[in-house]
């Protein structure tokens, strides 16, 4: 999976860039959600004074925004969690509760304490990053949006839909305002909309409109040829496809995941985790139709691709 891009910083203030961790082989949640971005340290800071060496609490929290991305890539959460506290606390006293660069530090700290399972620390983390983000750039600001969606998706995966589903929905509405449509980031939004909406089976068609808007969004100029705009449309086609099958409407789910699974194999290649779960999902579908012989055919594929995924990386 796959993750992924920063969240937009604050006017002024220039980001810096940070991948994001890969998902699990073989996502079954509808849709996987996107994972939660380390937000840049503000640059800014380190300006205002007008001299060319920023002065020492801001300069060290570069070195510790550096030191917290490099452990959260080598996935060396308790480390990278040491660091990030230190982070918080220097923002907390050198910028106050009310600032961007603090906003950032606490959303960071937020990520590690849920990359190791602390679900209660992450959640008082994200919101207090949500609430100071609202109070230094407004309501109607991406990073406000992006935070409000990681403090969202903790939630959907602690069982609390309807405080998920109001943060997403004010999310969405500051996306399609300030990004239109048909940005990745709309479309996205609306994903994780709906893996929230579609926990209610009453309300599974709900999220397949959603899911539905997603895909027009991402397919408005055609078929997109941009990899991150293409894989974005696989990860909604897989998605929907998931929930048709839910509804026993095999012949759409059959489609969508055929249709997801070229776009991953054109733009990820045929051995990426993602493909193969695509592939994974489709075997499932066969088989649910009754088709034994082709879905054990597709099973000895997927295990055909895993083996030259462990044997090396392949495009």
């Known amino acids: 999976m796959a993750l992924r891009r920063l969240l937009p910083p604050p006017p002024n203030l220039p980001r810096v860039p940070f991948p ?41 929290l570069h070195s510790l925004h550096a030191e917290v991305a490099a452990l959260h890539r080598a996935a060396r959460y308790a480390e990278a ?19 961007p660069a603090f906003a950032s530090a606490a959303n960071n700290l937020a990520l590690m304490h849920k990359r190791l399972g602390e679900a209660e620390a992450a959640a008082r983390l994200y919101a207090e990053a949500l609430g100071a983000y609202r109070a230094a750039l407004g309501d109607e600001h991406l990073s406000t949006a992006t935070a409000a969606c990681n403090l969202a998706l903790l939630r959907r995966d602690g069982g609390e839909a309807e405080g998920a589903e109001r943060l997403l929905e004010a999310a969405l509405r500051t996306r399609q305002k300030l990004l239109g449509e048909a940005h990745e980031e709309v479309a996205s939004t609306r994903q994780m909309l709906a893996s929230v909406v579609a926990r209610d089976p009453a309300r599974w068609e709900s999220a397949a409109a959603l899911l539905e808007q997603s895909r027009r969004g991402l397919e408005a100029e055609g078929e997109p040829e941009d990899e991150a705009r293409a894989l974005r449309l696989a990860t909604t086609l897989n998605s929907l496809g998931l929930l048709r099958k839910r509804q026993r409407r095999h012949a759409e789910a059959r489609e969508l995941y055929e249709r997801a699974l070229r776009l991953r194999e054109l733009h990820a290649g045929e051995c990426h985790p993602e493909s193969i779960a695509c592939l994974h999902n489709l075997a499932e579908l066969i088989r649910a139709e009754g088709d034994e012989a082709e879905a054990v055919a597709l099973q000895h594929e997927i295990l055909r691709r895993i083996e030259s995924l462990a044997a090396g990386p392949a495009r």
């Open 20 to 60: 994001h961790l890969p998902r699990p082989a073989l996502p079954r949640r509808l849709p996987p959600a996107p994972a939660p971005a380390l937000l840049p340290f503000s640059r800014r800071c380190t300006t205002l004074s007008g001299a060319h060496s920023p002065p020492e609490p801001p300069r060290r």
């Open 81 to 99: 969690r040491e660091r990030a506290t230190e982070a918080y606390h220097l923002a907390r006293r050198h910028f106050g509760a009310s600032h």
